[in-house]
């Protein structure tokens, strides 16, 4: 994972407010199974692999999917 990449996820991750964190969620261009992953992950704290099983992805689709994520959302932090 990149550093710009791990910036990011630490940035996510330092979002006291949830509620902050699901607003923006909502107004980000996300498909719907990707803001359902990222709250899955950030917001109740769930496994990615838990997450690709409950979503049924295999784990290694949802690493590429945080990662293609978090590339599209990092300027909105």
């Avoid at 791990?6 to 996300?30: A, D, P, Q, R, V």
């Avoid at 496994?47 to 690709?52: E, G, H, L, S």
Wanted: proline share 1%.
């Amino acid at each position: 994972m990149s550093s710009k990449h791990i910036e990011t996820k630490h940035k996510i991750k330092n979002i006291n407010n949830k509620l902050i964190f699901n607003e923006m969620l909502e107004n980000s261009m996300l498909s719907e199974i990707e803001k359902k992953m990222m709250r899955m992950y950030y917001v109740e704290n769930k496994t990615m692999d838990y997450i690709a099983d409950e979503l049924g992805y295999s784990p290694q689709g949802i690493l590429k999917m945080h990662k293609r994520i978090l590339k599209r959302i990092g300027s909105l932090l």
